[in-house]
Every structure is written in C-alpha cells, then in structure tokens.
C-alpha cells in the first residue's frame, strides 16, 4: 500500500501533529523504499478545512486522476469511522481506524502504534473485513422522502415529545408488536455494541448478517429485544405523537418524523471493509475495551 486517504475528527485539537506525523512517515518511507512508490495522502474536498501538507486536497467523486486508494487513516474515535463510512464507500477503500477517543471499538491502531501499522500495510501483513450496513428509507403518505445507509444503526427517538410514544413493528409485512417507548433502535451486528447495547441489546459478532432490533425504555417489561435474519424487511410505524419525533443514523439527526411515518429497514447491498491487523480477537476486545467478565 502506498497510496492513503485521510480523515481526522474535525473536533481534534491538535491536528498538527498529525501532518508532522504523516511528513515524517513519508520521510522514513522514501528513505527505505527502493523500486516502488513513494507513500502519498490524499484528503476529499469536503474535508479540505481540516486538512493540510502534506495531504493532497481531490474530489474523488470528480477528479479522474486521483490514484486508487488503497486505505483510509481515520483519526479519531468511533463516531468519526462512522462518518468517514462514506468516504470508504465512495473510494471502496478499507478503513484503519487510529483512536483519538474514548473507547476506540472499531478502531485497529493508535497513535503510538501508527508506525508500526503503515509498515505491517506497505508490507501486505493484513486482512480485510466487511461489516453489513442496515439500507433505511422514510416512507410518508406511501411516498419514499429519505434514503439513507447506516454503519451503525438507525434510531427513531422520541425528541422533544415530553411522553412516550408509540412503534409499530411489522417483519415481512406480519405484525411484530406495538411499544409505547423513547424510541426504537435498529442496529447492524457493528452497531449492537453501541446505543443497542446501552437499551439493553444482545451483542453480535461483527462478522454476522442480522439485524437487531431494541425499544428504548419501553412501558411493558415483556417488551424485549429482538434479532431478524439479514433478509427480513422491518417495518417502524411511529403514532400517539404529540408533536415530531426524529430519525438519527449512525449519531446524526437525519430527520423529524411525523404522525404514521414508517421506518422500512433492509440489510444493504453494499459492505464496509476494514483493516485487521492485530490478532486480537473480537471478544479480546470486549474484553479489554467493555471489561467483559471482569
């Protein structure tokens, strides 16, 4: 691998020593490379605010010269993977995440380590993963007004509405239950360690094609959580509002939802890849980042 994209958490403070790192990668890189390419970062336009030399500012949807890109250094923590979800799919590039967070679940690396990590990828030590997304369309009056995918999950919540509210759910066009909640979370096998997991969600191994689906503090304590096969559709009727509720995807309000708006939530055609490079297991990290059975 010699040809990067780069996305930073446009929140982090010291941005600079990111580009001081990346020149003195380059530096080290030429230094030892021999009869292959040099390293070179490249930075989408719509980020071209955060970013500076050495990264080389492109549209990728635009520019036809830009070199294939063959991973994206994603510095931040879990939100910031979530919003460079986008860039991965317009490149078709892996993501390696590099924490700056809190928690760092899907990130691979850190900065301390990020030597390391550009030598084991120009050096071709590691693996690909795809994780599902969730597709989610807004139905209003029988016409579809959003489109949109999810990494994570999307989240019907209640707002600013000072009660509950009410989710009628439907797989497959067959009635599931009605819950008076706070919301509804529908998450990716990715997203079950997230906001699912706090509701009180079942974890999924990330490699698994399932839905989950989890009320938020629902009013009847039979009212559980639920897992559907990948190719189920769900249905998420929202009712008994007195004033909007809304449709956040992936940690981002996307929109207010009205009286008998519906959620229709489908596994995505398209997959997100991810770096591996580590041996750490996925439950090795449930266990040191979430201190499972501790």
Known sequence: MTNFAIYINPAFADKQSIFDLLISLQQEDKALSQNRPELRFFGDIDQSANLQHPVEIVDFVADREVPDIECILVFGGDGTILRAKELALKTGAPILGINLGYLGFLSES???????????????????????????????????????????????????????????????GCYVFDTR?????????????????????????????????????????????????????LKLRVHGLSQSAWLQVDGSNSMALNENDELLVTAGKRYVKFIKLTKRTFYRILRNKMHLGK
């Open 181 to 233: 909640c706070d919301g509804v979370v529908t998450s990716t096998p990715t997203g079950s360690t997230a906001y699912s997991l706090s509701g009180g969600g079942p974890i999924l191994a990330p490699h698994m094609k399932a839905m989950v689906l989890t009320p938020l503090n629902p009013h009847l304590l039979t009212i559980r959580p639920l897992v559907f096969p990948a190719e189920d559709q």
């Open 110 to 172: 850190t900065l301390p380590e990020i030597r390391a990590s550009i030598r084991d990828l120009v050096a071709g030590k590691y693996k690909i993963l795809s994780r599902m997304l969730i597709q989610c369309s807004v139905k209003r009056e029988g016409r579809v007004i959003l489109q949109t995918e999810a990494l994570n999950d999307a989240v019907i919540y209640k707002g600013e509405n000072p009660g509950l509210i009410g989710v009628r759910i439907f797989a497959n």
